[in-house]
């Protein structure tokens, strides 16, 4: 038998708006020399980042088996999804209604033990990044992506690269196979799309269609004040789980007096933090609601930065806090959550809410980074919009997420039943 021929895929999927307008991107590469041997995007109508980033894999993989369908490989598998590589690895359970057909499917396309998961920063995967938006671009004028377009050249000429030592077979195979699969790929796709496309600039609150029904409705609170919060601690998922102080049960107070006059709030799910649990009991009190507890709207965990100030950070951990500053990528000093993290995890628990609560509206009670990247995500802003908002304790932001994908942001930071 012949020794296994080593490949990296790189894979990335887009969505714009998440659900949105989606697609994906994948490229096998040779890891001697980083030579493109195949690459592979597709617009996939409208889906999550999830969906998107799933579907490029699977892309990834299969054209590897399509370059070398007789012969062992192993493949490594670079993805900036650490929801995706997680999950693959085995690590993570896979819950999600949407994720675990698509997992099978890339699971069983290859021997297990031939394919290895790494993450890498979004940085580091610009080459599938950047087919996964030449898709989207292509949907958006109503097409779909062909090879021909895209601005890599699989057929440059390169410098000889040192011999593999693992050769799969004559030198001309893996040019051959990147042919070919570029040739199947393009036979499979239709020429110049027929499919109705969403419009470039999605329709959102009063202009989305009248008859897409009532939108799921999350009504955003965030936990009443702390001991840390007057002291503008950093205080997140890994540190004290400090309780409301008296000013934060006044406060979880006066929110469940506003929805009891607002009479809208037909359920309700919380952090699992204490903070969060506390006010959420106020206002379920207040309601007659049971308080559902969901992991994925936890807060941050800050890691070694947990219980302190800004300028304390700066003081112990400077360069890692200017790191962090500037990369949503970076995690706090002592493994912490990047900001990258924490978009995975809050995008699949408001895609699994969304299903569950489709036509109802929602209070989530829960933290300022989740609150933050809901309203950014559902903006479309990108990740240092999140230094750029001001989320009050105790205040209230609404978003709502309509049939056709289209999210429509109502409400940001509210504290009128404060005063």
């Known amino acids: 038998m012949s020794a296994p021929r080593r490949l990296v895929v790189e894979a990335d999927g887009g969505s714009r708006g998440n659900p949105g307008p989606a697609g994906y991107g994948a490229v096998v590469l040779d890891p001697l020399d980083a030579a493109t041997l195949a690459e592979a995007a597709e617009y996939i109508g409208v889906a999550t980042n999830n969906v998107a980033e799933y579907k490029g894999l699977i892309a990834g993989l299969k054209a590897v088996k399509e370059l070398f369908p007789d012969t062992p490989v192993e493949v490594r598998v670079r993805m900036d999804s650490k929801l995706v590589v997680e999950q693959m690895s085995g690590r993570w359970k896979i ?45 958006r004028r109503g097409e779909q992506w062909e090879p021909a377009s895209s601005t890599a050249d699989l057929d440059t000429p390169r410098a000889p690269a040192a011999p593999d030592p693992t050769p799969a077979g004559p030198p001309g195979d893996a040019v051959a196979g990147a042919a070919k699969v570029r040739a199947a790929m393009a036979a499979a796709r239709p020429a110049a799309a027929p499919q109705p ?6 329709q959102v609150g009063w202009g989305s269609a009248p008859d897409l029904g009532e939108p799921a409705t999350f009504i955003l609170l965030r936990h009443g004040e702390t001991a840390l919060t007057p002291e503008k601690r950093f205080s997140g998922s890994g540190g004290s789980d400090p309780e409301l102080s008296e000013t934060g049960r ?40 049971e308080v559902r507890i969901d992991e994925g709207l936890r807060e941050t965990d800050f890691g070694a ?9 700066r003081e ?60 950014r995500l559902a903006l479309g802003a990108p990740p240092e919009s999140l230094f750029r908002m001001e989320l009050s304790p105790a205040s209230v932001s609404t978003v709502a997420y309509y049939a056709d994908g289209n999210p429509s942001l109502r409400l940001l930071n509210d504290t009128s039943h404060l005063r």
């Open 316 to 375: 112990r951990h400077g360069s890692d806090l200017t790191t962090w500053l500037a990369s949503p990528d970076a995690a706090p000093t002592g493994g912490g959550e990047s900001f990258a993290e924490v978009a995975e995890r809050v995008s699949a628990t408001r895609d699994r809410l969304i299903a569950r609560h489709a036509g109802r509206t929602v209070l989530l009670v829960t933290h300022v980074t989740p609150i933050k990247t809901l309203v």
């Open 95 to 139: 819950k999600h209604p949407d994720m675990k057909p698509l997992a099978a499917e890339a699971a069983n396309i290859l021997p297990a033990s031939s394919v290895t998961y790494e993450w890498i920063p979004r940085a580091e995967n610009k080459h599938a990044d950047r087919l996964a938006n030449e898709a989207m671009d292509a949907g």
């Open 250 to 289: 006044h406060q979880a107070a006066c929110a469940a007096e506003a929805f009891a006059a607002r009479g809208t709030v037909q359920e309700i799910v919380s952090s699992p933090l204490r903070r969060c649990r506390e006010t959420a009991s106020a206002v379920a009190g207040r309601l007659g609601l």
């Open 197 to 202: 496309v969403p419009p470039a600039s999605p």
């Open 305 to 313: 930065w947990e219980g302190l100030t800004f300028a304390e950070v």
